[in-house]
């Protein structure tokens, strides 16, 4: 069957050979490899598939369409696709193989959310684009949004942008300098403002005390916390709840 799609799809081989054509070009990717079809592009398989074949794949779109990301340049999510190569060798296949079926499991997840799901395609085209980047511009922007995924994965703990730094094994200067680099402000703000915007959701949709709300943002000292939110909002968070939480009124 020849298929012409609309979007991206990742292909990662765990075992067997996967052959298919692009175009006029003929692969074969065998256990540990990736191939990329692009919008457009016409392809089909070249081979039946059989039992000894297992694959993931995915699909997705360059632009996060409904992700709470405002801060974050579009720009940085399509140079990821646009510097995978169409066949790549994975450095680390069993970690990427753990990604993909942490992406089934969200799927089947009764309140699996959008935001997790992205990340997780974020995380997975990393993995892929790592072995094949060629340019020092393109690996720190990648760099840049490894970190960011792990703010957004890991605020509602204790978390500074040195702990990030030693997470992804590099120098927390030079994560911070690339990571302002990238997104316009330095990773400590990054922190900062993905814990007051999480704040202030709990704020509004939730019966959570303040206190309470602290520490679910990863901040056990409320006072900080206090200061923090009112230096980002120009208000309390007893008073942000007041003005801003849902009023429901009801009409006979």
């Not at 598939?49 to 940085?76: C, I, K, N, T």
Request: proline residues 4%; aromatic residues 10%.
């Amino acid at each position: 069957m020849r298929r012409l799609p609309t979007d991206y799809e990742l292909i990662f081989v765990t075992k067997g050979v996967l052959e298919m054509q692009i175009g006029k070009n003929r692969f074969s990717v065998s256990a540990g490899e990736t191939l990329l079809l692009r919008p457009q592009e016409e392809h089909w398989g070249t081979k039946d598939y059989g039992p000894e074949l297992s694959f993931f794949w995915m699909h997705f779109l360059v632009q996060p369409q409904q992700m709470d990301l405002e801060h974050r340049p579009d720009s940085a999510f399509e140079e990821i696709a646009t510097v995978i190569s169409q066949h790549t060798v994975v450095e680390q296949p069993d970690s990427l193989a753990e990604l993909f079926q942490h992406l089934l499991d969200e799927q089947r997840g009764y309140h699996s959310d959008l935001l997790s799901k992205n990340l997780l395609v974020w995380l997975i085209l990393c993995k892929t684009c790592s072995t094949c980047l060629t340019g020092p511009h393109s690996r720190s922007r990648v760099l840049a949004a490894l970190a960011d995924n792990y703010v957004q994965l890991n605020f509602h703990h204790s978390l500074s942008a040195a702990q990030a730094a030693e997470h992804l094994g590099c120098n927390p200067q030079y994560l911070s300098r690339i990571y302002r680099q990238t997104y316009g402000y330095t990773l400590t703000e990054a922190i900062h403002r993905t814990r007051i915007a999480h704040a202030c959701h709990l704020l509004l949709h939730s019966n959570l005390r303040v206190n309470e709300v602290a520490r679910s943002c990863g901040l056990d000292d409320v006072s900080y916390f206090l200061q923090l939110f009112k230096r980002h909002k120009g208000m309390t968070a007893t008073a942000y709840r007041r003005l801003h939480a849902p009023i429901f009124v009801n009409t006979i």
